[in-house]
């Protein structure tokens, strides 16, 4: 038997998360380790529980959604985050999948699109909620005009930040960490969190992956 995929619910409605509770419990996929009511207590809960996936929504109390995911990310880049909440405007959506999310639903998805969308991203796949590709499909559509990335390369150039960028800019001229650190005035330790999530966006092992990735992306 297959176990369920650990998942820690973060929203500060309280009546929210019991009906999504209640929702996924009817599921033996998934299994709801632990409730959060924001980002803080999310990261205090995701070292006792170990989470596979992170449901998070975004605009919350003492830390938000989208610092959350940019910390978890950092500091666990094995346990993903889906984002589920009411908003879908542009900013909202680019600011979660650049600070690391692996997939954004809204409230109003049906409870079996959202259990397939937990699978989906637990398995490392990334899951966008319709009105939310047609976004980012205008995205890598822009980037396209002046270029000739593939439609993959579109999609991740248009995750990275643009730190992400500017690190990796140096990491293409062979810069070390500690280098690019000093070149941009933040820690080694900065560089080296950026570093995780840029290799997780990009889909490689290491940085000579890395680097050749961010040539094929016109970066360097």
């Given amino acids: 038997m297959i176990a369920p995929i650990k998942t820690l619910?973060?929203?500060?409605?309280?009546?929210?998360?019991?009906?999504?509770?209640?929702?996924l419990a009817l599921d033996?996929?998934?299994?709801i380790v632990a409730e959060a009511?924001?980002?803080e207590e999310a990261m205090r809960l995701i070292m006792e529980h170990q989470p596979h996936v992170v449901l998070m929504?975004?605009?919350?109390?003492?830390?938000?959604?989208?610092?959350?995911?940019?910390r978890i990310r950092a500091m666990h880049?094995?346990?993903?985050?889906?984002?589920?909440?009411?908003?879908?405007?542009?900013?909202?959506?680019?600011?979660?999948?650049?600070?690391?999310?692996?997939?954004?639903?809204?409230?109003?998805t049906p409870s079996a699109q959202l259990v397939e969308a937990i699978k989906i991203v637990a398995a490392g796949q990334i899951y966008l909620q319709p009105s939310v590709a047609t976004q980012v499909v205008a995205e890598f559509n822009r980037l396209s005009q002046s270029s000739s990335l593939t439609t993959e390369e579109?999609?991740?150039?248009?995750?990275?930040?643009?730190?992400e960028v500017e690190i990796l800019r140096h990491l293409v001229r062979g810069m070390s960490n500690k280098?690019?650190?000093?070149?941009?005035?933040?820690?080694?330790?900065t560089v080296k969190?950026?570093?995780?999530?840029?290799?997780?966006?990009?889909?490689?092992?290491?940085?000579?992956?890395?680097?050749?990735?961010?040539?094929?992306?016109?970066?360097?």
């Fill in 37 to 39: 009511a924001n980002g």
């Fill in 77 to 108: 880049p094995e346990i993903r985050v889906l984002v589920l909440t009411t908003f879908d405007q542009e900013d909202d959506v680019f600011d979660a999948l650049r600070a690391g999310a692996s997939g954004y639903v809204l409230k109003n």
């Fill in 28 to 31: 033996n996929g998934v299994e």
């Fill in 57 to 70: 929504d975004l605009r919350m109390p003492l830390m938000c959604g989208v610092e959350a995911t940019r």
């Fill in 193 to 220: 969190n950026h570093m995780t999530r840029i290799l997780d966006k990009l889909q490689v092992p290491d940085r000579t992956g890395a680097a050749l990735k961010a040539r094929d992306l016109g970066l360097g």
């Fill in 9 to 23: 619910l973060v929203d500060d409605q309280a009546l929210f998360r019991e009906a999504v509770h209640t929702l």
């Fill in 154 to 163: 579109r999609f991740l150039a248009s995750l990275l930040s643009q730190r």
């Fill in 179 to 189: 280098e690019i650190a000093s070149a941009l005035s933040i820690t080694e330790g």
